[in-house]
C-alpha cells in the first residue's frame, strides 16, 4: 500500500517533531463514549471492534502508546478501545487534531441516527461531516446514503 504525504501534512509531521509530545494525554483528548446513547458496556465496544471483519487491518496498523502524541495521523487504543487520529488543516492552515471512535460495523445505523435524525434531518453531506468529528466508520459515504 503507498501512501501519499502532502507538502501541508509533512509541514504539519515537522511541526510536531519539532513542538514534541503534548502535555495533555491521549485520553484527556478523545471522545467521552458515556454520552452517546449505546446501550453496551466499552468490554462488549471492544468485543465489537475485534470481531469486525472491515477493522482487522486497523489493528495491523495500531502505533505504539508512547509514539501516539508524536505523530500526525495513526490509530491507536484508549481504555482498549480503538481510536483513529489524524490532523486536519483549516482554511488558514490551522491546524486541529482530531480524535475518532472506530465505529464497529453493527453501531454504524447507530451513529448515523443520532448524527441524521436526532441532529437535525440534515442531507447527506451535513450528516457525513457531523460523523466525521468524533467517529471513523470503515464504510463512509456509502454507508450513509444507503441508511439514508
Not at 48 to 72: H, I, T, Y
Not at 88 to 106: C, H, R, T, Y
Not at 123 to 142: E, P, Q
Request: charge should be negative; charged fraction near 25%; proline fraction near 4%.
Amino acid at each position: 500500500m503507498t501512501c501519499v504525504v502532502t507538502r501541508a501534512m509533512s509541514k504539519v509531521e515537522q511541526e510536531l517533531e519539532e513542538d514534541g509530545p503534548d502535555d495533555v494525554g491521549v485520553e484527556a483528548k478523545v471522545l467521552s463514549l458515556s454520552d452517546f446513547p449505546l446501550a453496551v458496556s466499552p468490554h462488549e465496544l471492544i468485543q465489537e471492534q475485534q470481531g469486525d471483519p472491515l477493522l482487522k487491518e486497523l489493528f495491523d496498523r495500531v502505533l505504539p502508546e508512547d509514539e501516539v502524541n508524536s505523530v500526525a495521523s495513526g490509530y491507536f487504543f484508549c481504555s482498549g478501545l480503538l481510536f483513529k487520529k489524524w490532523v486536519a488543516l483549516g482554511a488558514d492552515s490551522v491546524k486541529e487534531v482530531v480524535f475518532q471512535f472506530v465505529v464497529p460495523a453493527q453501531f454504524c445505523a447507530v451513529v448515523f441516527n443520532v448524527a441524521h435524525d436526532d441532529c437535525g434531518h440534515f442531507g447527506v453531506r451535513k450528516t457525513y461531516l457531523n460523523i466525521l468529528k468524533d467517529f471513523f466508520l470503515a464504510v463512509w459515504k456509502k454507508g450513509c446514503v444507503r441508511l439514508y
